[in-house]
Each structure stands twice: as structure tokens, then as C-alpha cells.
């Protein structure tokens, strides 16, 4: 939940408090969030974000076990992401089928692309995916 709280606040724009969150269990979902153009404040007793709303792409989201990114995470800032100046490259490694929220942000004239490229044969709906607020050709 604190990922999609966090989420929403960096594309709608606001300062929120999060309290009683471990931040270092969300330091893979900040640090993107940091990179995006949100100012985080990580405290003992709770993550702070302030955002403009205005958010820049940021460099390949790999999702990977804990540590790393994690899926549940993945469509809330994918979300987010899609009011980012440029584009970002998602990336699944651990469920093949997480992407099922993709046609619906299709539906919303999300620009996207499915690549192949490092995924061997793996259907749509797995892989990679690129991401931006305009279509992509």
C-alpha cells in the first residue's frame, strides 16, 4: 500500500507522510521515485515525498526478489510514470504474466511497445515493455 500511496502522490503532485513505514523495505521504489524528480524524506518513524507533478523518465525498472524492485510495485509506478517527460523501460523477471494491467493504460492512450528483443519468444504480456506518455512509432 505505501508504494501506491507514494505512487499517487508523485503524479498528482503533493507532499504526503507516510507513518510507520520501514523505508528501507521501499528503498528500490524511492530511489525510482527520487530519480522521476520527487524530494523523499526517509525517516525512522516514516518516508516523506513532495512532488510538482511534474516527473522525468528514469533508467530501466528490472523488477527483481527482494531486495530489488518489487512487482506489486510495478503497475502503481508504471501509472505514475506514464506523466513523466520521455520514456522508461519496464522490465519483469519474476511473474510472466504481471503486464495484464497494460491494456487498460492502452485504453487510456498510454504510448507503448513490447519488445522481444531480451525475452527470446516469450509472449505479450511478458518482457519488457517501454512506456511514455506519447505513442510510441
Same mark, same amino acid.
Given at each position: ?20 513505514? =520501514? ?22 518513524? %516514516?518516508?516523506?515525498? $513532495?512532488? =510538482? ?18 512487482? =506489486?510495485?510495478?503497475?502503481? $509506478? ?7 517527460? %520521455?520514456?522508461?523501460?519496464? $522490465? ?19 504510448? &507503448?511497445? &513490447? ?13 519488457? &515493455? ?8
Amino acid at each position: 500500500a505505501a508504494a501506491t500511496y507514494l505512487a499517487a502522490a508523485a503524479a498528482a503532485g503533493g507532499d504526503v507522510f507516510l507513518r510507520d513505514i =520501514d523505508y528501507r523495505h521501499l528503498s528500490t521504489v524511492t530511489g525510482v521515485l527520487r530519480q522521476a524528480g520527487c524530494t523523499l524524506s526517509c525517516q525512522e518513524d %516514516g518516508i516523506r515525498l $513532495v512532488s =510538482d507533478g511534474c516527473l522525468r523518465a528514469v533508467s530501466p525498472i528490472r523488477t527483481a526478489p527482494y531486495p530489488g524492485f518489487p512487482t =506489486d510495485a510495478q503497475a502503481v $509506478v508504471m501509472s505514475a510514470l506514464l506523466r513523466s517527460s %520521455g520514456t522508461t523501460v519496464f $522490465v519483469e523477471n519474476i511473474f510472466e504474466s504481471r503486464y495484464h494491467h497494460v491494456p487498460e493504460l492502452v485504453r487510456m492512450r498510454a504510448g &507503448w511497445r &513490447w519488445s522481444a528483443a531480451s525475452t527470446g519468444s516469450r509472449p505479450p504480456g511478458s518482457g519488457p &515493455w517501454t512506456f511514455g506518455a506519447e505513442p510510441l512509432l
